[in-house]
C-alpha cells in the first residue's frame, strides 16, 4: 500500500540559484525512497521526476535544488515511495523563490 504523505514539507530560501527543501521522516518501515518533482506554477504536470532521494534516517529529510535562475518562484510535490514501486500519489505543493 503506498505511504502516508509527506508530512510539513518547506523550502528554506538562502541563495540566488538555491532552494533547500526539506519534510519530515516517513515513519513506515518499508520506505525506499522519495520522488521529488519541480514546476513553474501550483498545478504543474509531474513528467519527469526532478530527483530521487534515498532516506537518510534523520528526523527531517533534505534536498538541495541547485543552479536555478535568481528571482523565480519554484514549486515542488515530493512523494514517498516503497521497495515495491507503490507512490503515494498525493502531495502538499510547496514553493520557495530564489533571491535577485
Do not use: C
Not at 519527469?48 to 535568481?70: C, R, T, Y
Amino acid at each position: 500500500s503506498p505511504h502516508a504523505v509527506v508530512e510539513e514539507p518547506g523550502v528554506i530560501k538562502r541563495s540566488n540559484d538555491k532552494l533547500f527543501l526539506y519534510w519530515r521522516k516517513n515513519q513506515e518501515p518499508d520506505l525506499a525512497r522519495y520522488v521529488i518533482y519541480r514546476g513553474d506554477s501550483p498545478d504543474f504536470a509531474l513528467v519527469n521526476p526532478l530527483a530521487i532521494v534515498e532516506p537518510s534516517g534523520k528526523f527531517l529529510e533534505m534536498f538541495v535544488d541547485q543552479n536555478l535562475e535568481p528571482g523565480r518562484e519554484y514549486f515542488y510535490r515530493i512523494f514517498p515511495e516503497d521497495h515495491a514501486g507503490h507512490r503515494q500519489t498525493q502531495s502538499p505543493i510547496v514553493s520557495g523563490r530564489t533571491t535577485k
